[in-house]
């Protein structure tokens, strides 16, 4: 069975850093666009971050500059590196793998990352 494990998540105050893991089983992530996507309460699931199996990547406009996606193939891992953290932040972040070359996706439970004093 696939599994996709967040793990980073937390409390932190407004300025603060975090990053964020992924860590994959029974795929491997090299053949895979990998992303991060958050949801709010009482709000939709939005994308946050994007970054392909060649290492291009794409941010939503209200992390650019803040947050940086990153990925180790080898250790079959994807990573969110969030500063200058905001209370607007604050959501259950999710991982979302998709395969290059079928319809294959799949997300993963979700860490909580709270913002605030």
Request: hydrophobic share 30%; with cysteine; charged share 20%.
């Amino acid at each position: 069975q696939v599994q996709l494990v967040e793990s980073g998540g937390g409390l932190v105050q407004p300025g603060g850093s975090l990053r964020l893991s992924c860590a994959a089983s029974r795929i491997r992530i090299t053949f895979y666009n990998m992303g991060w996507y958050r949801q709010a309460p009482e709000k939709g699931r939005e994308l946050v971050a994007t970054i392909t199996s060649d290492g291009n990547t794409n941010y939503a406009d209200s992390v650019k500059g803040r947050f940086t996606i990153s990925r180790e193939n080898a250790k079959n891992t994807v990573y969110l590196q969030m500063n200058s953290l905001k209370p607007e932040d604050t959501a259950v972040y999710y991982c979302d793998a998709r395969a290059t070359r079928s319809t294959d996706n799949y997300w993963g439970r979700g860490t909580q990352v709270t913002v605030s004093s």
